[in-house]
């Protein structure tokens, strides 16, 4: 599960490396601009969560404090829900990105704004949400 875990990471590395080093490339625009680049991702949730289907559908139909504690005493579903949450920051990410182009947000300012996404995405979605007003 190590393996996994890792790789969840690193299959969305290069989006976010794109998206932060190389806003205004013109590959950056199309290979970001596919909804399906999480497809990596959730493909490394697939093969973690295939060993745990059983108790995660408990865990989410029926969700509390304890179960879901239960359940991450499991590698594999800690490695499921840690792809989860990258495919889900690199859909976000992706959006800031996409609508940031669109409003002409400078990239100096979206570039840290995004590594605070990758990092926090609870913090940084909220702050792009108030820069996207201004603009």
Same mark, same amino acid.
């Given at each position: 599960?190590?393996?996994?875990?890792?790789?969840?990471?690193?299959?969305?590395?290069?989006?976010?490396?794109?998206? &932060?080093?190389?806003?205004?490339?013109?590959?950056?625009?199309?290979?970001?601009?596919?909804?399906?680049?999480?497809?990596?991702?959730?493909?490394?949730?697939?093969?973690?969560?295939?060993?745990?289907?059983?108790?995660?559908?408990?865990?989410?139909?029926?969700?509390?404090?304890?179960?879901?504690?239960?359940?991450?005493?499991?590698?594999?579903?800690?490695?499921?829900?840690?792809?989860?949450?990258?495919?889900?920051?690199?859909?976000?990410?992706?959006?800031?990105?996409?609508?940031?182009?669109? $409003? $002409?947000?400078?990239?100096?300012?979206?570039?840290?704004?995004?590594?605070?996404?990758?990092?926090?995405?609870?913090?940084?979605?909220?702050?792009?949400?108030? &820069? $996207?007003?201004?603009?």
């Amino acid at each position: 599960m190590s393996l996994l875990f890792d790789l969840a990471f690193y299959a969305a590395a290069p989006f976010w490396a794109l998206m &932060i080093f190389a806003p205004t490339w013109s590959w950056t625009a199309r290979i970001v601009g596919t909804p399906w680049l999480v497809s990596p991702v959730l493909i490394v949730w697939a093969v973690a969560a295939a060993p745990v289907v059983g108790p995660l559908w408990t865990v989410v139909t029926s969700p509390s404090l304890t179960g879901f504690t239960g359940l991450l005493a499991d590698p594999a579903a800690v490695t499921a829900v840690w792809a989860q949450i990258i495919a889900w920051d690199l859909f976000v990410g992706r959006w800031m990105y996409l609508d940031s182009r669109a $409003r $002409r947000v400078h990239p100096l300012l979206m570039g840290p704004l995004l590594v605070l996404t990758v990092l926090l995405s609870p913090i940084g979605l909220p702050l792009y949400l108030a &820069i $996207r007003k201004r603009t």
